[in-house]
């Protein structure tokens, strides 16, 4: 049984930042490819960043290009995702979520196998 667990979540004031980790266990997550994504009241869940394992490629959403930054650590089995210059817009519950690594570049929320139970950011303007 794979388990993901998010923490630091909170409110931050618009323009600041946080940083939100992701500690999963169960499986072996060198081997997992690792994502966040968002969901804001109202919205459908979307992908916010991803990494791969194999090679530690990155992918953003536009709308968080050059401010977030997703990294991990495979010794921690560990995911982060260090968000920058928040907006207002960037409130949402945060979800990791993994799934074995292959080689589809696809980040929809149908693609990933497993998932945390999600955090909330709140960014106050």
């Known amino acids: 049984q794979v388990q993901l667990v998010e923490s630091g979540g909170g409110l931050v004031q618009a323009g600041g930042s946080l940083r939100v980790s992701c500690a999963v266990s169960?499986?072996?997550?060198?081997?997992?490819?690792m994502g966040w994504f968002r969901q804001a009241p109202g919205k459908e869940r979307e992908f916010v960043a991803a990494?791969?394992?194999?090679?530690?490629?990155?992918y953003y959403a536009d709308s968080v290009k050059g401010r977030f930054t997703i990294s991990r650590d495979n010794a921690k089995s560990t995911v982060y995702l260090q968000m920058n210059r928040v907006k207002p817009e960037d409130t949402a519950v945060y979800y990791c979520a993994g799934r074995p690594s292959y080689s589809s570049t696809n980040w929809s929320p149908r693609d990933m196998d497993y998932w945390g139970k999600g955090t909330l950011v709140t960014v106050s303007s």
């Open positions: 990494i791969r394992w194999i090679d530690d490629s990155t």
């Open positions: 169960g499986r072996t997550f060198t081997h997992f490819d």
